[in-house]
């Protein structure tokens, strides 16, 4: 087999990793949520980079901290011959509330980063029947700003609610939402903020085990369907009924101890409502977008708390193995969903930012050895949880942009088109994250030579929607992602997220034509 050019390369891999995100069959229902757009090159994160999801927004005063104050300088120092370590210092009221308050800050940026990491409204550009639901991800604008916008200009149907249903609406509204009282050590302020309730936790989390089974059933169906390897069509003849059980198994739990039947039908009821009085929804959801605002302690601008379950998820069971060999290679060439770019010319092969060119992208013309190639990874799927967005009332009939305002009259959340076009075409819904990344070849010296000059000149190297090593930014802190070569694999450190799952909504807002009371 001959070389194969880097940018065909991650295409092909594309094309796999689609098919294994949303193909089905019977058991496993092909996903009609199937636009993904993603980061090129991925964001590397640190387990650490999600405590607030665990801990929450309450400092706690930690070890490693008490271990930096007993040094000199605020560093860990190992003691000379004879000399003993460094006594730890006296914990007094004083120095627990600086460590708190330190801890505090700590969370705080750390929502803050992912909060506005996740609220972005996708680049549909490329989207039509024919392949192309796969995009580099382009962000359009801020989601939480749009749907600020959306809920401010709006003119909703009048009508008024009998008491009863009125009661029960807020029966229903307690059952999926909580407030609670964030406490800012700092300055002692209180802040009202919207959770997600233990009902619609338990939701998610078992949504999560369920697609964690269907995508380890759909990885096994693939790799036996290629037969490629012998392992694979035995892995697959043997425990084919066992990956299936899971996948029963997981939406029975998801349907018994996840609530999932009671959920939904709450949310039926609810979008059943809207269309009777629109006015107390509305009401209630600009409220609740309000209460989910928090102040950047750095940047000092607001953001809306957003968060995924599980919390632990970079620790949690649940990773599937995800593989790419050379026969994988020109299977997926040809696959439709393979074909795909960013425009303008822009490839997704091996590239480098920054550094000694100067903020430009560079890339490696060379190709790879395609007889030696393997790339494999763990993969997940992480839900995004955002309490203060209520997609049911976007997709509602019972809605328009206020017809008495020239800016906001000809507005549209979506067109319905292909592609769609509008403030909010889609919006992410999924966090697809992957970890234990390793790149096997030979003959690949060129490719390594670019990555370590690049990395050497102060620059980042990715691979398509991966990345490989360098300097980073993100958010308001930097970092570096490592790798190590032993002349045949590179080995990549830590997690990242190389992309998203978006749900696209329909033509939106479309009122019903025999609405003629608005307000």
Not at 53 to 77: D, F, I, M, W
Not at 206 to 228: C, F
Not at 402 to 419: C, H, T, W, Y
Not at 490 to 516: A, N, R, S, Y
Request: charged content about 20%.
């Amino acid at each position: 087999m001959g070389d194969v050019l880097p940018s065909q390369l991650a295409n092909s891999i594309m094309g796999k990793l689609y098919d294994v995100l949303t193909n089905g069959d019977e058991t496993v229902p092909k996903s009609e949520d199937n636009f993904f757009t993603w980061c090129t090159p991925g964001i590397p994160f640190e387990a650490g980079d999600f405590e607030f999801l665990s801990q929450g927004l309450t400092g706690v005063v930690k070890q490693s901290a008490l271990s930096e104050l007993a040094a000199p300088g605020g560093t860990t120092q190992p003691s000379g011959e004879g000399q003993p370590a460094p006594a730890a210092p006296t914990l007094t009221p004083e120095l627990m509330d600086k460590l708190l308050a330190q801890d505090v800050g700590k969370l705080y940026m750390q929502a803050e980063n992912f909060s506005r990491l996740v609220d972005f409204v996708p680049d549909v550009s490329g989207i039509d029947d024919r392949f192309a639901k796969l995009n580099v991800m382009n962000n359009e604008g801020s989601l939480s700003d749009r749907y600020e916008y959306a809920l401010r200009m709006s003119q909703v149907m009048q009508t008024e609610l009998p008491e009863e249903t009125k009661k029960k609406i807020e029966k229903f509204r307690a059952l999926l939402s909580v407030k609670k009282i964030k406490k800012n050590l700092i300055d002692d302020s209180e802040t009202e903020v919207i959770e997600s309730s233990p009902l619609v936790v338990l939701y998610n989390e078992k949504l999560k085990a369920y697609e964690d089974a269907a995508l380890e059933y759909n990885a096994r169906r693939i790799d036996a369907l290629a037969g490629d390897s012998p392992k694979a069509v035995h892995y697959w003849a043997v425990n084919a009924s066992t990956l299936r059980n899971r996948v029963k198994a997981a939406m029975n739990d998801w349907v018994t101890n996840g609530y999932k039947n009671d959920y939904e039908a709450i949310a039926a009821f609810i979008d059943q409502v809207m269309q009777r009085d629109m006015t107390l929804l509305k009401a209630e959801y600009r409220d609740t977008l309000e209460k989910a605002k928090l102040t950047g302690l750095a940047s000092g601008s607001d953001f809306y708390y957003t968060s995924v379950v599980p919390g632990n998820f970079v620790k949690a069971s649940g990773w599937t193995q995800f593989s790419f060999g050379s026969a994988d290679i020109s299977r997926y060439s040809s696959s439709s969903h393979s074909k795909w770019s960013a425009g303008g010319g822009f490839s997704i092969g091996l590239f480098s930012i920054g550094g000694s060119a100067g903020g430009s992208k560079s890339h490696y013309a060379g190709g790879f050895d395609n007889s030696s190639f393997r790339l494999s990874f763990s993969i997940t799927q992480v839900p995004i949880v955002r309490p203060w967005l209520k997609s049911a009332f976007l997709s509602s009939k019972a809605w328009r942009f206020d017809q008495s305002n020239l800016e906001a009259k000809g507005q549209m959340i979506s067109d319905g088109g292909k592609p769609p076009k509008g403030m909010i075409p889609a919006y992410p819904t999924t966090m697809v994250c992957v970890k234990d990344l390793e790149l096997s070849m030979s003959n690949s010296s060129g490719m390594h030579e670019f990555t370590k000059s690049s990395i050497g000149g102060g620059g980042f190297v990715g691979f398509g929607p991966f990345a490989v090593g360098g300097n980073y930014q993100k958010g308001r802190s930097a970092g570096k992602s490592n790798y190590h070569w032993d002349g045949q694999t590179m080995k990549v450190e830590g997690m990242q997220v190389i992309g998203f799952k978006c749900h696209v909504l329909p033509k939106c807002p479309d009122p019903i034509p025999t609405i003629t009371q608005w307000v």
